[in-house]
């Protein structure tokens, strides 16, 4: 038997700058509006913006935020996911998604590729290692921002539905993310969802959105152009088996080991 449509919705916003607790009631609000979907995201460091100062920011694993992640994925029934600034048991920061459930239960994926034009390197320790989660049968593999940039990362080992991308990428680079995201989705015959910020952060940087869903051709289902709020698109599990029984070019794709 086949597995089920996926509802997913974005949550495509204004961040306020460094302050948690202000997003955390913003985004309750939006959630509001997501009732029904089963995925919904969030940004990249929705809690705070993507800011530098991590010792400063971040929450022990098991903080606040991440409470919060979990009672609105068990008040919506739905999975809850987007980054934010977490300090490990040793004391490391992290840009990590949280990958919150409705049965209480959390997983994670540390960015992998950190931005080093802003620093983050220096502020933030890298995973190590690719995550694939699960939801209503879709095997879902999130990447965080930069990752998009870097196509073996992207690249898709797992026979993957949906790459899921998680960001604030600034306008001034914004032809960059509409041409990557198709291109991710076309070279792993999957669908790509990858949702981005507006408005403008504490360094004066700005964000035009362009939050979006495309096919495993790439072409766009949802495009949230500049639009603050929740965008949602519903994920065809016949589409995709259909695309990839007609055009099976995974089976040509080159074997390799990550380093």
């Known amino acids: 038997m086949s597995k089920p449509n996926l509802e997913i919705a974005l949550i495509q916003t204004t961040l306020a700058w460094h302050d948690a607790e202000a997003n955390r009631e913003h985004f309750a609000g939006l959630l509001d509006h997501a009732t029904g979907a089963d995925l919904i995201v969030l940004p990249e460091m929705f809690s705070t913006g993507f800011s530098m100062e991590s010792n400063e920011l971040a929450e022990d694993a098991g903080g606040p935020t991440t409470g919060w ?7 919506l029934e739905a999975v809850v996911t987007g980054s934010i600034i977490v300090r490990a048991a040793d004391g490391r920061c992290f840009n990590r998604l949280l990958w919150a459930r409705p049965d209480g239960s959390l997983a994670h994926y ?4 950190l931005f080093r034009m802003a ?3 220096k502020h933030f320790s890298a995973g190590d290692r690719q995550a694939l989660f699960e939801v209503k049968g879709w095997r879902v593999r999130p990447l965080v ?3 998009l940039r870097f196509p073996v990362w992207s690249r898709d080992p797992h026979n993957t ?3 899921l991308y998680t960001a604030n990428w600034p306008a001034a680079r914004r032809q960059h993310w509409n041409r990557l995201l198709p291109a991710r989705a076309i070279e792993n015959l999957c ?3 990858a949702v981005n910020r507006v408005g403008t952060d504490g360094n004066g940087h700005a964000y035009a959105g362009d939050s979006q869903v495309l096919d495993a051709e790439g072409e766009c289902l949802l495009q949230a152009g500049a639009g603050d709020g929740v965008h949602r698109a519903t994920l065809s599990a016949h589409a995709l088996a259909d695309y990839r029984e ?5 089976r040509d794709a080159d074997a390799f080991n990550l380093l």
Not at 246 to 250: G, K, L
Request: hydrophobic share 35%.
């Open 246 to 250: 007609r055009f099976p070019a995974y």
């Open 191 to 193: 669908y790509v969802a």
């Open 161 to 163: 539905d949906l790459l």
């Open 110 to 113: 540390d960015k992998r590729h």
């Open 119 to 121: 620093g983050e390197h």
């Open 69 to 75: 992640l979990l009672k609105q994925a068990a008040r």
């Open 145 to 147: 921002c930069y990752d």
